[in-house]
Every structure is written in structure tokens, then in C-alpha cells.
């Protein structure tokens, strides 16, 4: 087959639809070699290299400094090297765990990148360059300045410059410029990066390359890896601003306090000091919710799921609502044609004009690009008879060959129907997801030449039309049905899809995808709404949803009838769950419709049609076989291609959200107990009861270890919002509860002990009711239960009984119970206490629902 050049273009449509962009076909033919191999390499001696920052992580130094060089780890450092001047080693320890815990973030991190940054590798888009006259994919990284990259539906362009070849080539520009129509680029025209190509081909010389692309300067530091943007990280900052409030007039009162307390032995004073200021810092908090980020990526990273910012891992977790293009995400990107039928009453025979136009026209949205209902309709002359069904299937091998790029109602053509001999395409019309059609002009053997269009026939026809009827029937089966057309007017005219003379029906088999039901029933689950958006016959998608169990799916929307008014969109949006015909900016409005209602919305598919749609959505979901545009406007690339992976992402959402709450409640209690105690303090005039070492036996038996290991456990609750809310509900009230009990007993034991050794005795009666106090909050956070929560709890219980029974560990850490009246009195103080703990859980979820 054999194409010749045929200039035309046409203009932008008025409609905001594509353009109807013919081009001259020769244009697929390289006409321009590109750079030598010489060429490139000086090129690259010179730097004029495509140097863009990695997305996906940061560097290894931005990670160290982000985990070492923290406010927090600054305040423990400075007290760290006090103590080690003026106090024995056990005193210092908890410096050492800090820098454990530093190293742990970093270890973490860096194992989370390095999981990142090879995912990435795999799921890069590579460009086609021409070089020496060759084309190939290269790596990214690797453009130079001047080189060839050859643009097809789908495409991403990956850096600026300028077209030297067209073919039909239209652009969408909307991410960078908000134009919502695509724009119909000719040689000459400029090119942006960050643009992607909806229809079309062509090729283009690179002008700007590395940071001096347009999209790079204006995305180089949104687009890194970063922990902002997320409920989570916001409310953890946000309290620990309170915190530092509440420390620095607390921490200079209690200096003051045991100066003046301790003004015989100013190392005593010092070290009841650092005693006092250590436990009000939750240096673990931003560690732990670090680490349970970093272990989640690890964990998808392992499922081949690419997560290109972490925050979408806890906002997938956060969506009520999910919403699914069809094909290539409830259906596998192949198609497979089952039958040819020939439509009654068509231009008998071919009538010598060998001519065949095709237009692939799906359903807007395969991973190809395809286009609006997927259902790219092929149509055979209308005549009966062997010999014009013979003739159909050479028209609609003719349209296949004439695209170099089919999507995935093409390719499915091209397998059924080889590329016939004496066939010329002389002109083409690409496949838009907007227009749902595509075209040729073809010449056929006999040298008449006429215009062929293949698309969706609810499109194509007239409503009433006697083949709407048949074509509905074959939806009802969840089949994709393609109208291939004659046309008599040209292809460049605005009205060409007006009075098209059916000829057939070419009929598509999708395949489901194995996993979809199973998926789309573990949402129905997590009461989490799916919404299937679709370019395809509305039908047919509701009969591919209904075989999938989709609640609703009987009931379908065609998107054509919507109201434009976001607020009746979004009623209607919130009754239906099936929606079809929808163009790729209905898919953008219906997100907005739904995120206008207070909606957390998920976007998940893989065609060029999409793009808008995912780029606007909380989450953005890609499949790795998608176009370059998709991937790269995604949050979440499912390399795997495999539907099946969202609730693992949802799970690990849910890990990071619900045990990250359960362990800030540790954390601020201690921090409220410990700020209320040293006011306590300060008011009374008396030592602090505690040395550093105390607390830090404490913190790390009720809240260091258990939370590390609550903190990456399974977790299935739903995401809530308020997260600052719910947690400082409880940790306040449970804080001052603790405060109170261990002050008491402080004082008590002061009145109870005298002479020497009483302010061990004092010290390790105020350590056990604290302890037991906070071991009841431990236990209330760690539940529901668990064998292994019980065990958690027990194991923490038994460590500091084996501290108590050690004489070397008793000297250690200085605890030593003396008398059995007072250890007694600390229990029972420490078990009110409890019980009123108990009270204040349940009240406040009460009082103050979150």
C-alpha cells in the first residue's frame, strides 16, 4: 500500500471540538534525518543535554538534612551535650535515641528512593528521536538540543521546540495555558513542554532543553518528591507549632524553678532541668510518620505501583469516590473483532469508487487514545453479496495501514483485516476524542478515490436512523460497534460527518479485565462510590459494568444530555454510576462537579482523553501501559497494569492515616503531662521529680517501641478528616489526668520519705504511677486487639518489671521502691487515674465527635 502528499488543513473548529487537522500523509514518511551521531555528541560536550530533575525523590543529601537537621533533633542536641558535662551517661541516653532514630528516618528514606527512583526507570517515558536518519526511543535525560523528536496520539512533549513535520497534529496546551481547545500545530509552529499530543502526528526540532523548558521552570519544585500537601504532615505540623509555644515559656520557668530549688548543687539543678524539658519534645512524631510513608512506598513499590508523591498514598485512602474510565481499566486495552455486518440500502456496490476513508473512532479512551465511545464503527459499502463484503474488508484494511499510529479499536481492525494491495491514502483525518471519528480519502484499485469515515454511530447518524436500533442491541451485550461511513463531502469540511451513507457495522469484543469485579466490589465495601465515565455508547458500557457487578449500572447517563450547570451535573453525577459519550473536558467538569459537593475524588485511566480529567483529580490514577500524558500528570502509576493494586494502595493509605493518630496520641500525652508538670513544678517550688533517665526509660517502654510497631501495622479503619481534632480531644484531658496523679504522688511520697536515699524513694514512686499510667494509655490506644497488641502491651509491662528486679538495672536508672505503703499508694493512685482515663475516652468521643 502507497500513500501520496495531498496538502490540506484546515481551521481551528469553532466548536471547540479538534480541529479537523488533515494533513498531508506524506508527512509520516521521515523527511528529515535529524542530528548525527557527531553531531549529538558535541552537543553533549557542550551540556546541551535534556538535565531535568528527577520526580519521583529527592536527592541523598536533601533527605539527611530533611531527618537531621530538624528543630526538634537542634533542642536535643543542645541538651544532649549539657548532660554529657555534667551528668553520668545514663542520663544522656536520650541523645542516643535520637540519633537512632535519625539514622532509622534516613535509612528508611533511602530505601524508599532507591524503590522510586528504579520504578521510575521502568515506568519513563521514552521518546522516538530521529538520529542519522533512524528512529528510536531514547531516555528523557538524554535529548540534546536540536534533536528530532518524532510526536503521535498520546504523546507527551517532553521539551520545547518548534514542528518541522504535521500530520493532522493537534495539541492540547490546557495544563500549561488553561486553553481548553486543542491547538493544530504546522511546521513553524511552537511547541511547548508539558503539552501532549490528542491527535495527529508529526515531529518537531528541540529548542529548549533541561531547566530552560518552559514546563520545567514552571514545575521543577512542585513536581519533586515532597511530604506536603497532606492532612497528615499539615496537622502534624500545626501541633507541634503548639508545642513549641507551650515549651519555651514552660522550659524557662523550670530553669528558673531548680535554680533556685537546687541552689546547692547547680549540676542537680541542671540535670532536673534537662529532666523536665526533654519529655515535652515529640521528637518521634515526625520520624515515625516519615518512616510509615517511606515503608508504604516500599510495599507498593514491590506490587510494581510507582507513587510519584507521597501524599497520594494517604489521599487515596481520604476518596469516597472513584472514578473508572473503561477501557483499559475495567477492560484490557485489546479488542478483537467478531463480526461484519453489512448494512441494508447502502450505495450498492462500491460503485467503482474504490475509494475507502476510515476514521478508527472508540470510545475516547483507550490507552491509545481512542477516542470517545470506543466503538470505532467500520462500514462496508452497503451492498450485499460476497463480493461487497470482500470489498468492505479491503476498505477497512486500507484505513488500518493508514494510520502509523492505531489505538486500540484500530489495531483490532488492522489484526482482522490485512493492508490490501492497489491502495492509496491520500489524505487523513486523525481519530479525536472529541470529534469520536476518524477519516481517510482513499484511491482503490480502479482509481476512484472517495471518503471514508469510521467512528460511533450515535455520532455519525441521525437519531431515528433504522441502524440505531441494531447498534443498541449490540451494546446491550457490552459490545463495541464502529459505523464505517461513506462521505461525499471532504474531509476538511467542518460538516463532513453530516449525510454519511452507512455501509457496516464492524463489531468489537472487549476483554474484561480478570481482577475488575473483584476490585470494584472491595470499594462497595469501603462504602467508597464508583463512577465509570466513559467516551464509549453509554449501553454498552453499562452492560461491561453490569457484568462486573457494578451497583447502578442499569441505570446509564449519556454524558451528550448532562446539564452544563456544575451543580445539577453534580446531582446528576451523585444519582447515576454509569455515564457515556463523555468528552475529555466533560471528564475534567465532572471531577470538579463532584469536588464541589465536598467529594475526595480518585481519577483512574490511561488514555490521552483523560489527562484533563486526572490532572484535576485529588488522585490521579494511571495505568503503565498509558500514554506518556497520563503517566505523567498521575500521582500513582500501576506499572502492572493491574486494576487489582488500588486497595493496597487504599490499605497503605489507611496504615499510614489511622496508625500515625493512634501514635501522635502517645506522643502528646506525654508531651501535655510533661508541660503540666513542670508548672506544677514551678508553682510549687520544688525539685522536679525526675531525671532524664527516668523519662527515658519511660518513653521508650510506653511510647518509643510500641509505637514503632503500631505505627506500621495493618490498618482498615476509613480515613477521617480533623486528624488535629480528634487527637488533641483525648491527649489533652488523658495528659492533664497523668499530670495530676504523678504530682500527687510526688508530694505524697515527699511527706512519707526522709532522711537519705528520699529523693530516690520520691523519684521511683512518682516513676511507677507514671509508668502504670501510661502503660492504660498504651493499652487504650493500641485497641481493638490483637494477639500481638497484647503481647506488645505485656512485653513493655514486663520490661520495666525486669528493671525494677535488677539490682544493676535499679542502680542504672536509679529506681528503687522503697517500703511497701507507698508503692502501694503510687498503684492506687495510678488505678483511679486509669479509671478516669477510661471516662474521658468515651466521653469525649461523646462530646466532641471528630
Known amino acids: 500500500m502507497t500513500y501520496r502528499a495531498e496538502t490540506a488543513v484546515d481551521e481551528p473548529d469553532p466548536d471547540g471540538g479538534a480541529a479537523s487537522a488533515l494533513t498531508q500523509t506524506a508527512a509520516r514518511a521521515p523527511g528529515h534525518p535529524g542530528l548525527s551521531t557527531a553531531e549529538v555528541a558535541e552537543r553533549v560536550s557542550r551540556g546541551e543535554v535534556n538535565d531535568v530533575p528527577v520526580r519521583s525523590s529527592r536527592s541523598t543529601a536533601e533527605i539527611v538534612r530533611a531527618n537531621v537537621f530538624t528543630r526538634f533533633n537542634a533542642i536535643i542536641g543542645i541538651l544532649f551535650v549539657i548532660m554529657l558535662a555534667v551528668a553520668p551517661i545514663q542520663d544522656a541516653l536520650f541523645g542516643f535515641v535520637i540519633v537512632a532514630n535519625t539514622a532509622i528516618g534516613i535509612i528508611q528514606e ?19 528521536v530521529r538520529r542519522d536518519g533512524v528512529a528510536a526511543e531514547v531516555p528523557v535525560g538524554e535529548i540534546v538540543l536540536g534533536d528530532l523528536v518524532e510526536l503521535g496520539p498520546g504523546d507527551k512533549v517532553v521539551v520545547d521546540g518548534e514542528v518541522v513535520e504535521a500530520d493532522g497534529l493537534e495539541i492540547d496546551e490546557s495544563l500549561l495555558t488553561g486553553e481548553a481547545d486543542p491547538v493544530l500545530k504546522r511546521p513553524g509552529d511552537p511547541v511547548m513542554s508539558g503539552s501532549f499530543v490528542v491527535a495527529g502526528g508529526g515531529a518537531f526540532t528541540a529548542t529548549k532543553v533541561g531547566r530552560e523548558a518552559y514546563a520545567v521552570q514552571l514545575a521543577e519544585e512542585a513536581s519533586r518528591f515532597t511530604l506536603v500537601h497532606s492532612e497528615l504532615r499539615s496537622g502534624i505540623s500545626q501541633i507541634l507549632k503548639y508545642v513549641t509555644w507551650m515549651m519555651i515559656p514552660t522550659a524557662i520557668g523550670l530553669v528558673i524553678s531548680q535554680s533556685v530549688v537546687e541552689n546547692h548543687d547547680w549540676r542537680e539543678a541542671v540535670r532536673r532541668m534537662v529532666g523536665g524539658i526533654v519529655p515535652m519534645v515529640p521528637e518521634g512524631l515526625v520520624l515515625l510518620t516519615s518512616v510509615a510513608f517511606a515503608i508504604g512506598v516500599i510495599r507498593l513499590g514491590r506490587k510494581q505501583c510507582l507513587v510519584q508523591e507521597l501524599p497520594a498514598i494517604e489521599g487515596l485512602a481520604r476518596v469516597d469516590v472513584v472514578c473508572l474510565d ?37 470510545d475516547g479512551s483507550g490507552a491509545d487514545g481512542s477516542g470517545a465511545d470506543g466503538r470505532s464503527e467500520a462500514g462496508a459499502d452497503r451492498a450485499g453479496g460476497p463480493g461487497d ?67 460511533a454511530p450515535d455520532v455519525l447518524l441521525p437519531a431515528g436512523d433504522p441502524a440505531l436500533a441494531e447498534i443498541e442491541e449490540l451494546n446491550t451485550q457490552g459490545l463495541r460497534v464502529l459505523l464505517l461511513a461513506r462521505t461525499e463531502r471532504e474531509l476538511d469540511d467542518q460538516r463532513v460527518a453530516e449525510g454519511v451513507e452507512p455501509v457496516a457495522l464492524v463489531v468489537l469484543e472487549q476483554r474484561l479485565r480478570p481482577d475488575a469485579a473483584e476490585t470494584l466490589q472491595y470499594f462497595a465495601d469501603q462504602n467508597v462510590a464508583a463512577k465509570v465515565i466513559s467516551g464509549d455508547n453509554a449501553v454498552s458500557v453499562g452492560a461491561v ?60 485511566g490511561d488514555g490521552v482523553n483523560d489527562v484533563l480529567a486526572l490532572k484535576d483529580a485529588d488522585i490521579g490514577v494511571s495505568m503503565g501501559s498509558g500514554s506518556e500524558a497520563t503517566r505523567a500528570v498521575a500521582q500513582i502509576v500501576l506499572l502492572n497494569n493491574s486494576f487489582s493494586t488500588l486497595p493496597s494502595v487504599v490499605a497503605e493509605g489507611r496504615r499510614v492515616i489511622g496508625n500515625i493518630e493512634r501514635v501522635a496520641n502517645l506522643f502528646l500525652v506525654k508531651t501535655v503531662y510533661s508541660v503540666l508538670l513542670a508548672m506544677l513544678v514551678v508553682c510549687s517550688q520544688v525539685s522536679y521529680p525526675f531525671l532524664p533517665r527516668h523519662l527515658t526509660l519511660l518513653s521508650t517502654l510506653t511510647i518509643g517501641v510500641p509505637a514503632f510497631f503500631l505505627a506500621l501495622a495493618p490498618n482498615k479503619e476509613r480515613a477521617r478528616p480533623h486528624f ?99 508503692p502501694w499508694t503510687a498503684v492506687g493512685i495510678a488505678a483511679a487515674a486509669s479509671v478516669l482515663l477510661e471516662v474521658a475516652w468515651r466521653w469525649v468521643a461523646k462530646r466532641f465527635p471528630a
Open 110 to 128: 533511602l530505601r524508599a528512593k532507591k524503590t522510586l527512583d528504579s520504578l521510575a526507570v521502568i515506568g519513563e517515558a521514552k521518546p522516538t
Open 326 to 362: 473503561k477501557t483499559g481499566t475495567l477492560t484490557e486495552g485489546g479488542m478483537d473483532v467478531t463480526e461484519l455486518r453489512l448494512l441494508d440500502g447502502g450505495a450498492g456496490g462500491v460503485g467503482g469508487a474504490g475509494e475507502a476513508g476510515g476514521a478508527v473512532g472508540a
Open 389 to 455: 463484503e470482500a470489498y468492505v474488508r479491503q476498505v477497512l484494511g486500507a484505513l488500518g495501514a493508514s494510520d502509523p499510529r492505531p489505538n486500540a479499536s484500530l489495531q483490532a481492525l488492522i489484526d482482522a483485516y490485512p493492508a490490501p494491495d492497489g491502495w492509496n491514502c491520500t489524505a487523513a483525518l486523525p481519530f479525536s476524542s472529541a470529534r469520536k471519528y476518524s477519516g481517510a480519502t482513499l484511491t482503490g484499485p480502479d482509481g476512484a478515490a472517495g471518503g471514508w469515515l469510521l467512528g
Open 545 to 604: 459494568a453490569g457484568k462486573l457487578g457494578l451497583p447502578g449500572a442499569e441505570h446509564t447517563v449519556d454524558a451528550r444530555q448532562l446539564p452544563a450547570d456544575r451543580e445539577e451535573m453534580a446531582a446528576a453525577l451523585e444519582e447515576g454510576a454509569v455515564f457515556g459519550r463523555v468528552t475529555p473536558q466533560q471528564k475534567r467538569d465532572m471531577v470538579g462537579a463532584l469536588q464541589s459537593r465536598g467529594h475526595n475524588v480518585a481519577m483512574t
Open 724 to 822: 488535629v481534632r480528634r487527637v488533641m480531644r483525648y491527649s489533652i484531658p488523658a495528659g492533664v489526668i497523668a499530670a495530676v496523679a504523678t504530682f500527687a504522688t510526688y508530694l505524697i511520697a515527699r511527706h512519707v520519705y526522709t532522711g537519705d536515699g528520699a529523693r530516690d524513694a520520691e523519684t521511683s514512686a512518682a516513676t511507677l504511677t507514671l509508668f502504670l499510667i501510661s502503660m492504660w494509655v498504651l493499652a487504650i490506644v493500641a485497641r481493638p486487639y490483637t494477639w500481638w497488641r497484647i503481647g506488645l502491651v505485656l512485653t513493655m509491662a514486663l520490661g520495666f518489671v525486669i528493671v525494677l528486679v535488677t539490682p544493676w538495672l535499679q542502680d542504672f536508672f536509679a529506681l528503687k521502691l522503697v517500703g511497701t505503703s507507698m
